[in-house]
């Protein structure tokens, strides 16, 4: 808002207004609502609706009114309506309507609340009284009817089907329906209401308030539909009318015309926007000077953080000299309003000229409230004013000392005049050309004769020339001043003036010089003419050889004025559109080219023309059935603007193909898992192919793309064989060519093939490296996995026939330790204790003969139908759990029945939970848990708490032959495995150390017998 009409706006709406600002802190409240209130301004200004004291609404009311506030500032959400109880300062409840709409910028953005409260009371009391006396409605129909007459608001009554009964005569003006005509119709044909932006049928709040017995508002954007078509914006309430029993009889219906009240409220926005959006610093204050509402421009001009650091200053706080302020006030206070400049301070107290208005603002009644003020600052406008005002004075004296020269240059070119007459109209020519032309005199003395002005006189302020003609002194030129003025250069004369002296008494010289040398300057005219008339033949020379050039060029070269109208064109221009010259000039191009004007082109063409800005395009166009593409460059010429066409068809064409061929060569690369690098060696700069970034995952923002970026992807135990292998092929100028790791981003690691060759310069340097680099992880993995298993195959025969060699000398020595026992009945307790370590170490020895030979023999399964949780727990029955280790299960009750081996998955499960009650050192639990994943597999976990595993170790666990135990062979787990896989599934490991590990086995459930 630039005026001071803001206040005075407000203060003019017919119901209670409150202005929010961003941050939900009040930065103006209106007289209606301090009235309704009987507050003061300074209770609201600057505090959120519930930190107003004593509060004005209850707690509830004032968390719900804060809550929603908060919300429309951060959603935008544009209006919200409540009906609530507000409490003035004498106690008494006052019922409102509060209406909170969001306000905004001209940018789209939130800058503030503006809150209606509507005085609703005498509303409420006339609704409560409606539903009071509907009991007598029979008695007092004819009393009640006259009231409801005379009420401002429209009223519309209707039985307990929604039928109307009733119309007052606003009612009637506002529906467009008469009394008479309405009775018995349906509400919702009389009280027609539609939503002003969806254009979509709003619910008669009738119907809600019949069928919930609840009182009933309309939404925001309510448009009444009158019966002549007419729309009127309104706000209403609809209420259930019921007898003494609580029964709902009908219902009324009360509502208003807010066109007005709407148009004020747009205006309002527009306003505050207006006020928000201006250039100028803009503020209000009150009567005493004091700042209590700011724009954005005010914050930034006088250099504060935020509109609650200017607010509450005084005005004379922002003027350097404090005593500036006291006439602007009295002016304000005499006249009602003040322009113009003052020395203005920031907050920081650095000093600008301001520039600006200010206005005494009245209420309705005439009395002085505040004040409205805009500034802008015009600190630069000033220094600049000041140096144009000093230039203008330069140039005004350099133009009359100029006109001076002029007017003598003139009179020497005058024939016929004689050296009397010459000098004396150069004495008058002198006295306008000086600073105080009014206080100015002037004399030559030539030979002893003097020439001066009427009003010479010799005066102590004075300059003088000497005349000089041919190396002699002739005469004296003197300048002088009838009054004393400022000392400047040499006395009050400027320097300038000093210069103009000299150069008239130069003049002077010359003019008597050049009369003994007429004959002189003569030849010499004529010598000129000559060479003008030379220079204008080499100028059409020139011309014509620039057309010539033009047109054998193999652009197109034209010529277009301001009007965009053909000045020029060349001859192949004039073959590529198939016209003449005749027919191309001084018709504007948009005849020559149907439906340019309509281009974007024409609006540029006149850019050019306006900035001087060049500008350079690619177009396409078709021309005698073929392609054509044209790059047109326009720029500024003198008069107009001038354009080249280029045929770069070929160009383009070319381009395409190779763009095509490089899309093909990388869709190559991809299929092929191939990609190509480059190594500028010189300049260490690495150029990789879209293929080698996906190898890499990366993106060429995520690579520095030199060979040190490289090396960093590579796998740390490969870089030094890496590095040797490049610097090997630097120095041979041979082949490089390794198999080597890199690490993903993920960490992961992938295996590459990498394959290049040396580029050296004439004298044998090397400079570029050109090479290869091919995913070979699948084939590295793949030949592992037939090493593998080409390993287990010989270590199973191996071990195979180990077992069977080993089995029966075993039989024989635990067969010989058995009948030694039998027969020696008095041994001695030592050898009998030795007997018994025997038995059970060739015990355990047959264990690890059974486990080699069911290695290499694995045995085929045997699949029934089988509950995991049942063998698991008699797997568990089966085990000596030792007292430290607490065995938990959480076996899940809904676990499918699958097809397996049950011996099979006994020695999984045995194998598993004895390595987990072995890796708990102390006391610790271990948990076996048991899911359905999907339909088509069950889940077993088994968890331990125990020492855990490193990386390294979880690694190679499942290899055969490896063991962390101090006994046992490590085929423990890679049987586990083998089974585990013979069923179709998997299992995994996840282990910490020092907080021990989880077996994860997936078992499929749709298997059949067979497996």
Sequence with gaps: MNDSNLELILDAMPGGLQILNEKGKCTHVNKVFLKMLGRKKADFIGKAFCEVSPPITSPKYSKTIATQIKKQLKTGES??????DIIDRSGKKIFVHFISNVLQDDKGKISGILCVFRDRTVEKQATEHLEARTKELGESEEWLSTMLRCIGDAIIATDSKGNVRFLNPVAESLT??????????????????????????????????????????????????????????????????????????????????????????????????????????????????????????????????????????????????????????????????????????????????????????????????????????????????????????????????????????KLKSKENLSLEDF????????????????????????????????????????????????????????????????????????????????????????????????????????????????????????????????????????????????????????????????????????????????????????NVIKTGISVSFDDTITFNNREIVLNIRAFKVVEGLGLIYTDITEKHLAEEKLRKSEASLSLAQRIAHLGSWDLDIINNILTWSNEVYRMFDLTPQEFAATHEAFMERVHPDDREIVQAAVDKAWEDKGLYSIDHRIILKDDSERFVHEHAEIISDEHGNAIRMIGTVQDITEKKLLEEKIAKQEKLALLGRLVGGIGHELRNPLGSIKNAAYFLKLVIDDADPEVKETLTILEKEVNASEKIITNLLSFASTKPLVKVKININEIIEKTLAHIVVPNNIKIETRLSKKIP???????????????????????????????????????????????????????????????????????????????????????????????????????????????????
Excluded at 270 to 286: E, T, V
Excluded at 381 to 397: D, F, G, I, P, S
Excluded at 494 to 516: C, H, M, P, V, W
């Design 79 to 84: 209006k919200s309506r409540l009906e609530i």
């Design 176 to 409: 467009g329906w008469k009394q008479s005509d309405a009775i018995k119709k349906p509400v919702q044909e009389i009280f027609n209401i539609i939503n002003e932006k969806s254009r979509e049928e709003v619910e008669n709040p009738v119907e809600r308030a019949i069928r919930e017995g609840v009182v009933v508002g309309l939404a925001n954007h309510t448009i009444l539909l009158s019966k002549d078509g007419k729309e009127i914006p309104i706000d209403d309430s609809g209420a259930p009318i019921k007898d003494k029993e609580g029964n709902i009889t009908g219902a009324v219906l009360i509502f208003r015309d807010i066109t007005e009240r709407k148009k004020a409220e747009e205006e309002l926005n527009i306003k505050d926007i207006a006020f928000c959006a201006s250039l100028s610093a803009q503020s209000i204050a009150d009567k005493n000077g004091i700042i209590y509402l700011v724009n954005p421009a005010f914050i930034e001009l006088w250099g504060y953080s935020s509109s609650e650091e200017a607010i509450g200053n005084s005005v004379g706080s922002f003027f350097f000299n404090s005593n500036d302020a006291e006439p602007i006030l009295k002016a304000l206070t005499e006249t009602g309003q003040w322009k113009g400049e003052f020395l203005a301070k920031k907050q920081d107290g650095s000093k600008f000229i301001s520039q600006g208005f200010a206005s005494a603002i009245y209420s309705d009644k005439g009395e002085h409230i505040g004040f409205q003020s805009a500034n802008l600052n015009i600190t630069e406008r000033k220094k600049v004013e000041e140096e144009l005002e000093q230039k203008t004075m330069e140039l005004n004296e350099r133009y009359k000392e100029l006109n001076c020269l002029y007017g003598i240059s």
């Design 423 to 606: 000098i004396m109209k150069s004495v008058e020519l002198i006295q306008p050309a000086l600073q105080y032309p009014e206080i100015t005199c002037a004399r030559i003395i030539l030979e002893e004769k003097e020439y001066k002005t009427a009003n010479f006189k010799e005066t102590q302020w004075c300059l003088n020339a000497s005349i000089i003609t041919r190396e002699r002194k002739i005469g004296l030129l003197d300048i002088c001043y009838l009054e004393e003025k400022p000392i400047l250069f040499e006395g009050p004369f400027l320097k300038e003036e000093r210069n103009l002296i000299n150069s008239l008494a130069i003049f002077i010289g010359d003019y008597i010089t050049n009369l003994q040398v007429d004959k002189e300057l003569k030849k010499y005219s004529e010598q000129l003419e000559e060479m003008v008339e030379t220079r204008s033949k080499q100028f059409i020379e020139s011309e014509n050889r620039l057309n010539e050039f033009i047109n054998s060029s193999t652009e197109i070269f034209i010529l277009l004025d301001s009007e965009l109208n053909f000045k020029m064109i060349n001859d192949i221009g004039l073959k590529f559109y198939g016209l003449t010259q005749k027919e191309f000039i001084n018709r504007n191009i948009s005849e020559i080219i149907p439906g340019f004007k309509q281009t974007a082109r024409y609006k540029e063409y006149y």
């Design 897 to 1011: 029945i699958v097809y397996a081996d049950p011996d099979q998955l006994t020695q999984v499960l045995l194998n598993l939970i004895n390595n987990g009650i072995q890796a708990i050192e102390n006391e610790g639990k271990l948990i076996i848990k048991t899911s359905s994943k999907d339909s088509e597999s069950i889940v077993i976990e088994i968890s331990d708490t125990g020492i855990g595993m490193s990386k390294e170790v979880q690694k190679r666990l499942f290899e055969p032959l490896y063991t962390t135990k101090a006994k046992g062979i490590g085929l423990g787990l890679v049987i586990t495995k083998t089974i585990i896989e013979k069923h179709n599934g998997n299992i995994q490991i996840q282990s910490e150390v020092s907080k021990g590990s989880t077996f994860t086995i997936n078992l499929p459930i749709g298997l059949s017998k067979k497996g």
